[in-house]
């Protein structure tokens, strides 16, 4: 059954702010093989005027993908999350995320698409810290694949 | 240090069933088609796939290495046109990146990125703009 075009606009509560931990963003720069020493070494990050270090790029995958769940696992969506594959990413940054950075997310569903028997769901997160300051948006859009449709989107 | 026209060069990453892992508990993305062959092929998919956010973290990475910082990019985004299967060997897969530079104004260059694996395109309206 197609996705509810009514929740296209619905905005969804923050969560309690996301603390970004030095040892997190190591983490993350590890998984991906990031090696440059600005994820790793806080006096390499502070040698580029930065005050910790500095996350990678898809870093805020992290709180997105957190706040993407509160809406994957609406029941009233309906989203069945075995079947989700990942349409499209997008990034835009005023800036790096830094550890010591707090970050809102403010989530909201921004189009839904039903075509071929999958269903696109396209979701916005806007990064702000706890202080108010923009730090970047994401958006994800989710396609959820037809029981009796293997071809086509991935 | 960026021309229009540029062409950009090769960057290939390997990508094993471990990275996977790791890049699950470090994400926070448990979606079982990443570690389970049994789901992945019951949803139609020919086996475990990378994760999408993987493939755009190691676009990220090539990006950082062809503008020589890691904190430059303003704009960044792609969409996954094929899954990237990972066998479960001990070399994985290759992910290869090149990209075309398409406009340098203001400071901002922007990027057309060309990702393959196993000779097969598998992003598109892949694109990075970069602080110079």
């Not at chain 1, 390499?44 to 997105?64: E, H, M, N, Q, S």
């Amino acid at each position: 059954m197609p996705l509810d075009q009514s929740f296209v606009g619905r905005v969804y509560p923050p969560h309690p702010a996301y603390q970004v931990g030095r040892e997190k963003i190591r983490e993350f720069a590890d998984a991906i093989g990031a090696s440059d020493p600005i994820h790793h070494d806080v006096e390499a990050a502070k040698a580029l005027g930065y005050p910790d270090v500095v996350a990678p790029a898809t870093f805020l995958t992290i709180i997105a993908t957190a706040a993407n769940r509160q809406i994957v696992v609406d029941p009233g969506l309906g989203v069945d999350y075995s079947r989700v594959v990942h349409g499209d990413q997008r990034f835009t940054y005023v800036r790096p995320v830094v550890a010591g950075d707090e970050l809102v997310v403010h989530a909201s569903i921004e189009d839904i698409l039903s075509r071929g028997g999958h269903d696109f769901l396209t979701s916005r997160f806007d990064i702000v810290t706890t202080a108010g300051e923009p730090v970047g948006s994401v958006w994800t859009k989710l396609v959820i694949r037809g029981e009796s449709h293997e071809e086509g989107a991935v | 240090m960026f021309e229009v026209g540029q062409k950009l060069p090769v960057q290939v990453f390997q990508v094993t069933r471990a990275d996977l892992i790791r890049y699950a508990g470090a994400s926070g993305d448990f979606n079982p088609i990443h570690w389970s062959q049994r789901t992945a092929e019951g949803v139609g998919l020919p086996g475990v796939i990378a994760h999408g956010m993987l493939t755009m973290a190691l676009a990220g990475r090539a990006v950082a290495a062809w503008a020589g910082r890691s904190d430059s990019l303003v704009d960044f985004g792609v969409r996954f046109t094929r899954p990237v299967p990972v066998p479960d060997t001990e070399e994985g897969t290759a992910v290869e990146f090149t990209a075309v530079v398409k406009q340098v104004a203001d400071g901002v260059a922007k990027l057309d990125l060309t990702a393959t694996c196993q000779g097969e395109k598998i992003l598109a309206q892949a694109k990075a703009a970069v602080r110079i």
